[in-house]
């Protein structure tokens, strides 16, 4: 009698038949949340919430409507006055045409003199909260009026995903950052990157597996050290990207890769301030100082070779925080006390509110209230916001002005 033997799955062709399925998986999911283009789109705002966007009462919004003055709303069928994005921002050109002393309350570009923020919001321990923090800040400063650049520099490419993208789906070659810092004759201006998103003033690089070719061909180019190709040492490579579009932005928001290696330290040679996120707790703690000790000394050999290291600031900021946690409190305060006010004030809450918008790929500032227990909202929406205008003072100090 002959026993069956067991049918042997290779393992390569296992993982590639399991990566297909939950690609076609998640396409499919895309265009169940976000038809009939499969494109995601920003929900407009009440009159109520585009007001406080633009600093205005809602009264004033009112009669700017009523007098047929700025971009023309859409008014429902019950009466209610919705605005997008656009039409948000096409208001703070308005008003701040009509009195030139209050221009930049309403308009908040950065003037002649103001360098372009890179701000690399960096961990090298999964599950931070660094892709959140990335995703929310850039689009809180593009809901503020500033001029936004985001970056995935992730080969995992989370970021894409919150900004709708599939990567393996929606990106061929030279689509992410890699194509303006690679070595050879296919590399491509940054500009020809840059994709718009559906966050009017927030433009995205976005990112895939192809950035990971940047870790394996640096060595190469450093083995064969030359510098004829015209991109310069690698580590100056993603700062001459960037310096090549700046005049199209104020702020540029980097998602680094959860690893200390050569994107990482490109990213922060380029960068003009560093968030650094953290889990509160122990072994994140301790995951955080030999992040922190290793990246001392790669930045050293950088600056010995010619780099320039100099942030505007470098704060840590507690994620993923829950008030109630004994532990938790108390590693914050530990980390209080050995940093001081280099640890942002507000940490970022863990919340309900946030893990519900991202089962449909959605952060906070993209859903609706109406969508959530307004407790629960409230308390996340003030938190996120709490944090996001802290780091928006600190840029704005970096320019001289007050917040």
């Known amino acids: 009698m002959t026993i069956a033997q067991p049918q042997v799955q290779l393992a390569d062709r296992q993982i590639a038949a399991d990566a297909e399925l939950l690609s076609a998986q998640l396409a499919a999911l895309r265009g ?7 494109m995601k789109t920003l929900r407009p705002f009440t009159s109520g919430e585009a007001a406080r966007l633009i600093g205005v009462s809602d009264g004033y919004l009112r009669q700017l409507s009523i007098s047929g003055e700025g971009p023309v709303p859409e008014v429902t069928a019950g009466g209610r006055r919705l605005y997008t994005l656009a039409d948000v921002n096409a208001l703070r050109q308005y008003l701040a045409a009509q009195g030139p002393a209050k221009a930049r309350h309403y ?58 993208y599939q990567p393996e789906l929606d990106l061929t070659g030279n689509d992410t950052l890699y194509g ?82 050569y994107l990482t330290l490109s990213a922060l040679c380029a960068a003009t301030s560093v968030i650094v996120t953290v889990h509160p707790q122990m072994l994140d703690v301790a995951s955080m100082s030999q992040f922190l000790f290793m990246t001392s000394d790669l930045l050293s050999v950088v600056r010995e070779a010619g780099g320039e290291l100099n942030f505007d600031f470098l704060r840590y900021l507690i994620t993923r925080y829950e008030p109630n946690d004994g532990p938790q409190t108390q590693i914050a305060g530990f980390l209080r006390t050995q940093f001081g006010e280099r640890v942002l004030t507000a940490p970022m809450l863990k919340s309900t509110a946030i893990s519900d918008a991202g089962l449909s790929k959605q952060t906070l500032y993209e859903v609706g209230r109406e969508n959530f227990n307004r407790a629960t909202y409230d308390r996340a929406y003030e938190a996120l916001n709490a944090v996001n205008a802290e780091i928006e003072a600190l840029l704005l100090q970096s320019w001289g002005r007050k917040s």
């Open 32 to 38: 169940r949340l976000f038809p009939p283009s499969a």
């Open 107 to 164: 308009l908040k570009w950065r003037q002649p003199g103001e360098h372009l923020q890179v701000i690399a919001i960096t961990n090298f321990k999964g599950g931070s909260g660094k892709t959140t923090t990335s995703a929310h800040l850039a689009q809180y400063f593009a809901l503020q009026g500033y001029r936004t650049l985001a970056i995935d520099l992730d080969p995992q490419a989370s970021l894409s995903a919150l900004f709708g």
């Open 180 to 261: 303006a810092i690679r070595y050879d004759g296919e590399r491509v201006p940054l500009a020809s990157i840059v994709r718009k998103t559906y966050f009017d003033g927030l433009d995205i690089v976005p990112g895939n597996l192809e950035l990971q070719e940047f870790e394996h061909t640096t060595p190469q180019h450093l083995a064969r050290r030359t510098e004829d190709d015209g991109g310069g040492l690698f580590f100056a490579r993603v700062q001459q990207a960037i310096q090549s579009v700046e005049e199209n932005y104020d702020v540029v928001v980097i998602d680094c890769p959860p690893q200390l290696g």
